[in-house]
């Protein structure tokens, strides 16, 4: 994924003896005032900043929660769970880091205090502590402290950018920010703190408010951080004497107070970052000299694209979880990326399955030029997917089924094909006469729940007739799982006798990883999820050419009308 960046580039460290030494430098975005403010937007803009002037960088999260991973938590408590390539089931902020930086992250990437404790714990009951006291400082501290550090002591990056989950002021975080004020402590020059804060308007008052961002920056401070980098999330304009104000209070240089106003994409926030200097300022305040302008060509032309794009193209998303803004976050990302290569202008709309009857069908589905039917888990919404996937094939609408989408395109078919009335997953019947779907052979005596899905990068073979292997241009791929069922191989010729064609599977094991109806326009369904490797500067070509199907179906309709 990273293969278009520019080779790397040590950051080159001007001593206090003037020799040049290599020395990974650390960056910590903290949050204050409120949540939800976008610390995973301004790392990763920072860090594209940094990559697209040579530098090599790794954004990291730290989430202070006791789960050992997101895994286990349904959506409606932490969005979508992302999944990187060694199968680590992650925060969705990963997602946006992968998206700017075009760098594939690992489980390094993300901690959370539960692996924290649970190293700790495991290192007590081996007796590693020598008889000493646990305690949260220095044990927990050391330990989190060890952990930032594991991706700089690879040496492979420049940069190791650190988001701390939560806001300032939590109980949860507080070991977090001890940590972090030793290690600016300890690292100098090499370690600087950048915190995001809001500004509120009050529309009564007419007026913004920096009275939050001053008591933040002070709860900071009163645990020992001074932050270097003040940066300011906001609706509307923070004038210059406003920022200084900021400053002078914060105990921050004024240039280095920079705002974050919303913007029209999340793509732009690079641009607007350097625009402010941001990236120069940190170089600055690390001991490098910033030299010429970051190299944002390919960054700048997507942008351009976005911005030239005046048509649109109507995708519908079919899932449980629409109402929730973050819960197919990658799909979405997914889908405005090929948009925006297509010349087009995303409108996404999102049809709840829950609500989708064969009575209403047509009328959810009117004028859509695609459907994707989301992944998922257990029965709720079910039967809508169904009668949506129904409604698409037989009126052959482009449709992309991901993962359970793609189980429930198997399970249509079978129903209204093949004629097995109960066809179903065992997911969601266990006892269909017709498992079309079934538990994997090693899924069958895992009770546990956490991390023990089919996770991770798995290689995929492709028929080379299949507009699978037409998409991505070839018949070897690797794609990103997570999931616990699987297309039950005694069906297989009866499915591809009916027209469904097993078209991906993969190498070792033989599983199917995709199944396509060629007869159809655009007819396909994948087991894996490649909404987790679609970056801005790398999008998707199963994406893509979904996209060009249903930009080509929307002409087709539109000559027709
Ligand atoms: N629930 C299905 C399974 O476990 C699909 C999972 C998903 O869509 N990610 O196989």
Excluded at 104 to 121: D, E, K, M
Excluded at 131 to 145: F, L, R, S
Excluded at 234 to 243: A, F, I, N, Q
Excluded at 244 to 255: G, L, S, W
Aim: aromatic share 8%.
């Amino acid at each position: 994924m990273s293969g278009r960046e520019r080779p790397a580039r040590h950051a080159k460290f001007l001593t206090s003896n003037n020799f040049f030494s290599v020395e990974t430098k650390y960056i910590f975005v903290t949050g204050g005032v409120v949540s939800s403010l976008g610390k995973g937007i301004i790392s990763s803009s920072l860090a594209r900043l940094l990559l697209s002037r040579g530098y090599k960088v790794t954004i990291q999260k730290f989430d202070p929660y006791i789960n050992i991973d997101p895994g286990t938590l349904n959506p409606y408590e932490h969005g979508e769970c992302y999944v990187t390539v060694d199968g680590h089931e992650a925060d969705l902020d990963l997602g946006h880091y992968e998206r700017f930086t075009n760098t594939q992250t690992t489980r390094a990437n993300n901690v959370t205090t539960g692996r924290i404790y649970q190293s700790v714990i495991d290192k007590e009951r081996r007796g590693d502590y020598l008889g000493k006291t646990v305690q949260i400082i220095p044990h927990i501290t050391d330990e989190i402290k060890r952990n930032v550090k594991l991706l700089g002591n690879t040496g492979k990056f420049d940069f190791v950018i650190t988001e701390i989950g939560g806001t300032v002021g939590d109980i949860e975080s507080t070991p977090y920010l001890e940590a972090v004020r030793q290690l600016r402590w300890e690292l100098g020059k090499n370690a600087l703190c950048v915190h995001l804060t809001y500004v509120p308007y009050l529309k009564a008052a007419k007026e913004l408010k920096t009275k939050p961002t001053q008591h933040s920056v002070k709860m900071l401070q009163q645990v020992g951080i001074q932050p270097d980098v003040l940066v300011l999330r906001t609706e509307k304009d923070v004038p210059p004497g406003m920022r200084r104000k900021v400053a002078q209070f914060c105990n921050v240089e004024p240039e280095a107070v920079i705002q974050s106003i919303d913007a029209s994409t999340i793509y732009q926030v690079p641009l607007m970052m350097h625009d402010q200097q941001l990236d120069q300022i940190v170089l600055r305040k690390m001991g490098l000299q910033p030299e010429g302008e970051p190299d944002l060509g390919a960054w700048n032309t997507f942008l351009q694209k976005l911005t030239d794009a005046k048509e649109e193209v109507r995708i519908g998303l079919v899932g449980k979880y629409v109402e929730l803004q973050d819960a197919y976050k990658s799909i979405n990302e997914s889908l405005f990326q090929a948009a925006v290569y297509c010349d087009r202008r995303l409108k996404l709309e999102s049809i709840h399955s829950e609500k989708i009857t064969p009575g209403n069908v047509a009328e959810k589905l009117k004028g859509l030029d695609g459907v994707v039917v989301a992944p998922g888990f257990g029965q709720r919404g079910i039967e809508g997917k169904f009668t949506a996937l129904k409604w698409c094939r037989e009126n052959d609408i482009p449709t992309f089924g991901i993962c359970l989408g793609m189980q429930c395109m198997v399970i249509e078919f079978a129903r209204n094909v093949l004629g097995f009335e109960d066809a179903n997953s065992t997911e969601m019947d266990t006892k269909t006469t017709h498992n079309v779907i079934d538990l994997m052979e090693e899924q069958k005596s895992i009770s546990n729940l956490g991390g023990t899905m089919r996770l991770g990068a798995y290689k995929c073979v492709l028929k080379p007739e299949s507009k699978a292997a037409k998409a991505y241009g070839t018949t070897e791929i690797s794609e990103r799982h997570r999931h616990r069922f699987e297309f039950n191989e005694d069906y297989r010729d009866r499915f591809e006798e009916a027209g469904m064609k097993c078209v991906g599977e993969n190498p070792e094991t033989h599983l199917v990883e995709v199944v396509e109806l060629p007869e159809k326009r655009w007819y396909v369904g994948t087991q894996y999820h490649p909404e987790y490797q679609s970056t801005v500067l790398n999008p998707n070509p199963l994406f893509l050419d979904f996209m060009r199907a249903a930009i080509k179906y929307g002409e087709e309709r539109e000559q027709k009308a």
